[in-house]
């Protein structure tokens, strides 16, 4: 398993290993950036004194299995408990959360899927065509920068975030502080994330299905090019995209 994982990190450009450890250094940026949410928010101020990181700790990478794929290749994950991250990423994900509700195709489970299905009385026949689509690598594929920017103008363009009074320049520069400087423990050696998100992080999930709202919603513009066929229904959970089209 470790060398798998250490082949990993070699043959991919997506790290580059860092000469100490950063750990101290990012949690006075943590506090820092606690320190502006405090001064331009209604968030009550015992709550983000209690966010203050202290003692923290660097965040090890290790690999899950998937072992329904060929050569059983490894999924990266790099936990952020105790790291300089936590507070901030647990925070924003409490913030951003609601975002969720101005997804179209958001699913949040298999019976939420389900549900959409019988309440939009979709009936199979002849003239229904079914597929589902995964993104490859989502995680370690998505563009730091654009997703950043996708989570910006999502805030900009709905009123579902007016209830807590943050600038949106804030959340920017939080989450610009958490994705510009991912890294991680491997093998006694520290290593930062260049490209992609980490899995492990609160706040991941939430960034990357806005950033695929973006990027989808491109799409529609595309299907007809050669086949004057668009989606009837299309819904994603995370990565994993059930959608269906009528021909005829």
Same mark, same amino acid.
């Given at each position: ?11 991919? =450009? ?9 750990? @101290?250094?990012?949690? !006075? /940026? ?7 949410? #405090?001064? #331009? ?9 209690? &966010?203050?990181?202290?003692?923290? #700790? ?5 690999? &899950? ?14 936990? +952020?408990? *105790? ?12 913030? &951003?959360?609601?975002?969720?509700? @101005? +997804? ?12 959409? &299905? ?8 002849? *003239? ?16 730091? @920068? ?27 520069? =939080?989450? !610009?502080?958490?994705?510009? *400087? ?5 093998? =006694?050696?520290?290593?930062?994330? @260049? ?5 492990? /992080? ?21 299907? *007809? ?7 009837? !229904?299309?819904?994603?959970? +995370? ?10």
């Amino acid at each position: 398993m470790q060398k798998k994982i250490k082949v990993h990190i070699d043959e991919t =450009s997506s790290y580059e290993p860092l000469k100490k450890d950063p750990t @101290k250094e990012l949690e !006075r /940026n943590a506090k820092e950036i606690l320190g502006q949410v #405090k001064r #331009k928010t209604t968030i009550p101020m015992r709550l983000l004194d209690n &966010l203050k990181p202290s003692h923290s #700790k660097t965040p090890e990478l290790y690999g &899950l299995p998937k072992y329904h794929k060929p050569d059983t290749p490894l999924r990266s994950i790099v936990p +952020i408990c *105790n790291s300089p991250f936590v507070s901030v990423s647990w925070l924003l994900e409490k913030l &951003l959360h609601p975002l969720f509700n @101005k +997804i179209p195709s958001h699913l949040n489970s298999t019976d939420g899927f389900l549900n959409r &299905l019988c309440r939009y009385d979709l009936q199979m026949n002849s *003239n229904t065509i079914l597929f589902t689509l995964d993104v490859v690598s989502m995680y370690p594929s998505i563009p730091i @920068k654009e997703s950043i920017s996708s989570v910006i103008n999502l805030l900009r363009s709905t009123s579902c975030y007016t209830t807590i009074d943050i600038p949106t320049e804030v959340i920017e520069n =939080s989450l !610009r502080f958490i994705f510009n *400087n991912s890294y991680f423990k491997f093998d =006694s050696t520290f290593y930062k994330q @260049k490209k992609g998100i980490a899995m492990g /992080n609160n706040i991941a999930v939430v960034v990357v299905s806005i950033f695929m709202h973006f990027f989808e919603s491109s799409a529609p513009t595309q299907w *007809n090019f050669e086949t004057n066929l668009e989606p009837i !229904r299309w819904y994603r959970y +995370i990565d994993d995209i059930p959608f269906s089209f009528g021909i005829g």
